[in-house]
Each structure stands twice: as structure tokens, then as C-alpha cells.
């Protein structure tokens, strides 16, 4: 399929563990992002990959949350030691380049992400 | 601090009328302000956006309104129609704060036949 695709669709996962989240993006698209949408919330930033320089991580709502890209397409998403509170919709997006204002982002359908 | 506010949770309108979804923001560096478009289990899909330099854009049955001064934008949807129902993002960037997007809480549309 031509469109961001995202992996698992549903996790459960018990308090404490680890979970890995995979992205991959739209081929030829250099930018990358991950967003989250808790239950009654809008979408939320975590972190942002533009081509091969350092990504923009000041969403991260903690160090338990960490992300890679490698090769510049397939992203992973890992929450550590996960907590109820991480329970949400996780969101990836791509887009052209990840420059300039405005450029439209393509979302994946998400991982709903439940923490027991 | 929500910078980017969306004020009416639902609105709800009869098949043919005109929806009017409105958008509130604080940050006066955002240049660029999206519509998002989002149903169940499905990622938000694009619908339409509006540079700062603009005050009004339009695609077909979307129309989307900035304005400025009082850092409000609105979405309006003419004629609206049931496959419209859905959640609807207001979303922002700077561009001199990379691409990532700032949203709002959502405006859930619901179109009646």
C-alpha cells in the first residue's frame, strides 16, 4: 500500500513492561513524526525525524519514551516500564521533506495502546 | 497550556445546512493552520489548510476563514452531507519551530439526513 502503516493495531500490555511500536512511512518521505491521542484529547507531539539530522524530541513526556529511525524509514516508538497513564492512540505521520510550514502530513491508522 | 483551542466539542446539523467549526490559537508564530479530518479507528486525513498570509481558502464544499487579529480560524462545510460526520482537528505550525503540528481537542460534526 502506498500509505503510513503502523504496527501492532491493538496492544494490551501489563504495567511495567516494555512495548516497541513500529512506523513505516510513505516510501520517498524524509520526515517523521509521533504523535499521541489520549482518551478525550486532541493529538499531542512527541518527537519529530527530518532526514539524517537529530530529531526533535520535546514532546517526550519522559525518559521512558524513546524513539529510533533506522535507514531512514521504519521508525520504532518504545515506552519503558509502561504506566496506566500511557495508555492512548499512537499516531505516526510522514511527510515530503519536513520543511516548511504547512506541509501536509500523511497519518498512519495508529496503535491503540492499553496498559493494564 | 493548550495553544491551539477547539471550544465546541460536538456540533450536530441537518443534512444540506452549513456546518461551522471554529478554531481558537494563542501562539502568534504559528504561519500555517490545518484541518484534519478524522473517523473511527482510522488515522486523521488532511483536508485543508491556510497560509497566515491568507485569510480565506477554498476547496469545493471547504472553506476555511483566519483571522488574525483575533487569532480565530474556522472551518465551514456547504453543504454539509452524512459522510461529513466525523471528527474535526484544527491544527497549527511555525515554521520557524521545524513541522511538527499542534492540535486541538476535536469538534465531533454529526450530520443528520
Known amino acids: 500500500g502506498a500509505g503510513v502503516s503502523q504496527s501492532p493495531s491493538n496492544k494490551v500490555t501489563e504495567k511495567g513492561k516494555d512495548v516497541e511500536l513500529r512506523c513505516d512511512p510513505i516510501s520517498g518521505h524524509t520526515a517523521l513524526y509521533w504523535y499521541r491521542q489520549s482518551l478525550g484529547q486532541g493529538l499531542e507531539f512527541l518527537i519529530y525525524?527530518?532526514?539524517?539530522?537529530?530529531?526533535?524530541k520535546s514532546g517526550l513526556p519522559s525518559d521512558r519514551f524513546s524513539a529510533e529511525r533506522t535507514g531512514g524509514s521504519v521508525s520504532t516508538l518504545t515506552i519503558q516500564r509502561t504506566q496506566q497513564e500511557d495508555s492512548a492512540v499512537y499516531l505516526c505521520a510522514s511527510s515530503l521533506s519536513g520543511r516548511g510550514g504547512g506541509e501536509t502530513q500523511y497519518f498512519g491508522p495508529g496503535t491503540r495502546l492499553l496498559v493494564l | 497550556d493548550q495553544q491551539v483551542k477547539q471550544n465546541s466539542p460536538s456540533l450536530s446539523v441537518q443534512e444540506g445546512r452549513i456546518s461551522i467549526l471554529n478554531c481558537d490559537y494563542t501562539?502568534?508564530?504559528?504561519?500555517?493552520f490545518l484541518w484534519y479530518k478524522k473517523y473511527p479507528a482510522e488515522g486523521p486525513t488532511f483536508l485543508i489548510s491556510?497560509?497566515?498570509?491568507?485569510d480565506k481558502n477554498e476547496d469545493g464544499r471547504f472553506t476555511v476563514f483566519l483571522n488574525k487579529s483575533a487569532k480565530h480560524l474556522s472551518l465551514h462545510i456547504v453543504p454539509s452531507q452524512p459522510g461529513d460526520s466525523a471528527v474535526y482537528f484544527c491544527a497549527a505550525s511555525a515554521d520557524n519551530a521545524g513541522n511538527m503540528l499542534t492540535f486541538g481537542g476535536g469538534t465531533r460534526l454529526m450530520v443528520k439526513p
Open positions: 501562539n502568534s508564530m504559528f504561519d500555517y
Open positions: 491556510i497560509s497566515s498570509i491568507k
Open positions: 525525524f527530518q532526514g539524517n539530522s537529530a530529531p526533535d
